[in-house]
């Protein structure tokens, strides 16, 4: 039972790098990256990819989109401190509060975020923002980073 679930685990990795690196762009423009997440067992958990790369010039002109994915049955959370969900409300007003959504077992999630940040900064800068499951925390869960590059 257990290569099995190996060689699944293996798949899911493999599809969730090609799609994230891929920066596929949906109906709207906006760059859309995909996390997929796992359980490892002995209580711990993981998104993948766990290392992501969006260039400013080219990803994030149109929007920025993430999608999240949680195949298990648990709910785990997606956090990056340093970055923000967008929300446009009825009258088209649009607020931001920090990125942390709850993705519940067989549910997927797409969730915008804010560019706001990036515009107006020098081009050459590059930010880095670690993401990881605030539900299950230290070492039961294995964060990743965002690489926000020029």
Same mark, same amino acid.
């Given at each position: %039972?257990?290569?099995?679930?190996? *060689?699944?685990? #293996? #798949? %899911?990795?493999? #599809?969730?790098?090609?799609?994230?690196?891929?920066?596929?762009?949906?109906? +709207?423009?906006?760059?859309?990256?995909?996390?997929?997440?796992?359980?490892?067992?002995?209580?711990?958990?993981?998104?993948?990819?766990?290392?992501? #790369?969006?260039?400013?010039?080219?990803? *994030?002109?149109?929007?920025?989109? =993430?999608?999240?994915? @949680?195949? +298990?049955?648990? +709910?785990?959370?997606?956090?990056?401190?340093?970055? =923000?969900?967008?929300?446009? /409300?009825?009258?088209?007003?649009?607020?931001?509060?920090?990125?942390?959504? @709850?993705?519940?077992?067989?549910?997927?999630?797409?969730?915008?975020?804010?560019?706001?940040?990036?515009?107006? *900064?020098?081009?050459?800068? @590059?930010?880095?923002?670690? =993401? =990881?499951? &605030?539900?299950?925390?230290?070492?039961?869960?294995? /964060?990743? +980073?965002?690489?926000?590059? &020029?």
């Amino acid at each position: %039972m257990s290569r099995p679930l190996s *060689i699944l685990s #293996v #798949v %899911m990795v493999a #599809v969730a790098a090609l799609v994230a690196g891929d920066g596929s762009f949906d109906a +709207t423009g906006a760059a859309e990256f995909h996390f997929v997440s796992e359980s490892l067992g002995d209580g711990r958990a993981i998104w993948v990819p766990k290392d992501v #790369v969006i260039h400013k010039r080219t990803e *994030i002109q149109d929007g920025l989109a =993430f999608v999240l994915e @949680n195949p +298990t049955d648990r +709910t785990h959370a997606f956090a990056a401190h340093g970055l =923000f969900e967008e929300i446009t /409300g009825a009258q088209g007003e649009t607020t931001r509060k920090p990125l942390r959504v @709850n993705v519940t077992p067989d549910d997927s999630v797409r969730v915008q975020v804010s560019t706001a940040q990036f515009e107006g *900064i020098e081009e050459s800068v @590059n930010e880095d923002f670690e =993401f =990881f499951c &605030p539900l299950h925390k230290g070492k039961a869960h294995l /964060g990743g +980073t965002i690489h926000v590059v &020029p």
